[in-house]
């Protein structure tokens, strides 16, 4: 897969890119999701999620403090996960994320770049980037 580019002008429009990126992340996945705060990181997880039937739009949070949200679909688990409060390798094996990672889910890791080994194992790159009050440039790049 090359590099694809999109601009969304408000949260809905990138909560339906997200619903559209399933076909993309059929599982096992592991995607990094870029961008500062306030970038829709969690909006778009909200698409994905509910594409995959593992949660509704409502349902889907920021895992800044619980660090790992689990999802659970008929067919696919989606696990958001935020490691923008872990900063040593000891921390990052104490979520056990090797475990997650089966044959039926999708990782999808914020600030997961602190950790050179998701640089390496990574899947799918999802960079967000605010452009506007809501407008957002999203570019999508993987394997």
Do not use: C, Q
Not at 35 to 49: D, N, R
Not at 88 to 102: C, H, K, Q, V
């Amino acid at each position: 897969m090359n590099t694809r580019e999109f601009t969304t002008h408000s949260a809905e429009e990138t909560i339906a890119l997200g619903r559209s990126l399933a076909d993309l992340l059929r599982p096992p996945k592991l995607v990094l999701l870029r961008g500062e705060l306030g970038a829709g990181k969690t909006t778009l997880v909200k698409g994905i999620a509910e594409a995959f039937h593992a949660a509704s739009e409502e349902d889907v949070t920021s895992p800044t403090f619980t660090l790992v949200h689990e999802y659970r679909g008929p067919e696919v688990n989606v696990f958001h996960i935020d490691l923008y409060r872990i900063d040593t390798p000891r921390e990052l094996e104490t979520l056990g994320l090797d475990d997650l990672l089966s044959g039926n889910s999708v990782l999808l890791i914020e600030w997961g770049d602190k950790f050179a080994r998701f640089e390496r194992e990574r899947d799918v790159e999802i960079v967000l980037e605010r452009v506007g009050e809501n407008e957002r440039r999203i570019r999508i790049s993987g394997r």
